[in-house]
Each structure stands twice: as C-alpha cells, then as structure tokens.
Nanobody
C-alpha cells in the first residue's frame, strides 16, 4: 500500500504563494502518477495538477501559469507550488497516488487526508 501525508496549507492573502507537500511512504516504487485535487465548499472535487513517474506534468486550465507540480530529490515527495493565489483557489487540497502492486493487474488509488488552503481578498 501507499500512504500519503500532505502539509503546507494555511491562510494567505490574495497574490501570495504557498507550497504544498505530499510525502509518500510504503510501495512508492509502484506509483505511476501523483495528482493534486481540490474541493471547495459546495463544489465537486477537481483535478488541479498531475505528475507521472517520468515527470510528465499536466495542469487544469484554471491554474496554468500559476501552479507548478514537481518531485523532490528523494522521489517520494511531490510539491505543489502555488503562486498568484486568488480567493477562488480556497479549498481543501488532496494528494492522490495511483499505483501498481507486483503481480496484480489492478491500479490502486491512495488519498491523503487533505490540507486547507484559504486565500483572503
């Protein structure tokens, strides 16, 4: 299994920056993609950014040019650098990993507990 722990959320003024971290443990060698999702009150959870095991990245249109997803040197940590934050970025941010286990055809999914990001106007 893979366990994920997010950190780095908080309160920031509009225009500010935050960096979220997602630390993975367990069967990290099986992770094929790590995603950041967010969920604002009353809204559906949405995919914000993704990074594959080969470091290919994708972003939601709403965050392109402002957010950057990257992998740490230790490979088991994924960061989400968020710049030019706006009140509409306020949400709980979740880290998600899709991973494989040896000898099993299924793709497994693991979620972190979430970290709150609040952007004040």
């Amino acid at each position: 299994q893979v366990q994920l722990v997010e950190s780095g959320g908080g309160l920031v003024q509009a225009g500010g920056s935050l960096q979220l971290s997602c630390a993975a443990s367990g069967m990290v060698f099986g992770i094929v993609v790590t995603n950041w999702y967010r969920q604002a009150p009353g809204k559906q959870r949405e995919l914000v950014a993704s990074i594959t095991s080969r470091n290919d990245t994708t972003y939601a249109d709403s965050v392109k040019g402002r957010f950057t997803i990257s992998r740490g040197d230790a490979k088991n940590t994924v960061f989400l650098q968020m710049n030019s934050l706006a009140p509409e970025d306020t949400a709980v941010y979740y880290c998600n990993a899709n991973y494989l286990q040896p000898g099993i055809a299924n793709v497994f999914r693991s979620w972190g507990q979430g970290t709150q990001v609040t952007v004040s106007s």
